[in-house]
């Protein structure tokens, strides 16, 4: 989870490939840990791959 905001900061820096995959590696280790659910989301859109974040955000609509 420490990695998260690493992420956040590629993000921020447009350097989705980096920020997608560190958000990843954290969701594939927490996928109960939902800030880096929403920020893998927000990767996504920014890759204009909206049928992606939409499926998960519906995976995540049970959690919330």
Do not use: C, W, Y
């Not at 350097?15 to 996504?44: C, H, S, W, Y």
């Amino acid at each position: 989870m420490i990695q998260n905001p690493l992420g956040s900061v590629r993000l921020a820096q447009k350097r989705l490939p980096g920020a997608e995959a560190i958000f990843r590696g954290i969701f594939d280790k927490a996928r109960d840990f939902t800030p880096t659910a929403f920020n893998l989301v927000q990767v996504l859109v920014a890759e204009q791959r909206q049928d992606e974040a939409i499926e998960m955000l519906h995976d995540l609509a049970p959690r919330a």
